[in-house]
């Protein structure tokens, strides 16, 4: 089974969006873009170790929670569920390392990277045996006027991510 895993950069586009499959796992602010589509993401994850905005968190999740997928959260995020959300949200809560190993070792989750990766893990804990990343630039820019906090990061995650799921 197919995933494609959604990040934030400026190739996510509505007519990308609107030709993926259906498994798809989506992650941070993708509600930005839902204007100018009908596309809507099977899943969302949300985990950011260690720290977060917490203001950020509360508006992503009360957008994403008007879509009805499934809501992937590392277990500290049960605070900030959505107050109310489309009747067809499930909310799934997971735990993960605390990012200091730099390997996947599921089934617990590895924190180390990104979102993107931790969205890639569930993706293969749910049962992907392929996995796509879209919207995945390893740059500085996302679709949406914020500049990403560490291209670097995001690089050595997805050489990662690459051997963990060649193997």
Request: proline share 5%.
């Amino acid at each position: 089974m197919k995933a494609t895993v959604i990040g934030s950069g400026p190739s996510v586009t509505p007519e990308l969006l609107e030709s993926l499959g259906e498994n798809t796992w989506a992650v941070n602010r993708i509600w930005k873009i839902f204007e100018d589509t009908d596309w809507r993401p099977k899943n969302y994850v949300r985990c950011e170790v260690p720290s977060y905005n917490s203001k950020d968190v509360v508006e992503d999740l009360n957008e994403i929670g008007k879509v009805g997928c499934v809501m992937w959260m590392q277990r500290g995020f049960q605070p900030y569920s959505p107050v109310m959300p489309h009747k067809k949200t499930r909310f799934e809560y997971f735990k993960t390392c605390d990012g200091s190993e730099h390997d996947w070792h599921l089934p617990l989750v590895c924190a180390y990277g990104t979102v993107v990766h931790v969205a890639a893990q569930l993706a293969v804990l749910e049962g992907a045996t392929e996995v796509e990343f879209v919207g995945c630039d390893l740059g500085t820019d996302h679709f949406y006027d914020e500049v990403f906090f560490n291209s670097d990061l995001a690089r050595k995650a997805h050489e990662i991510a690459e051997r963990m799921l060649n193997e």
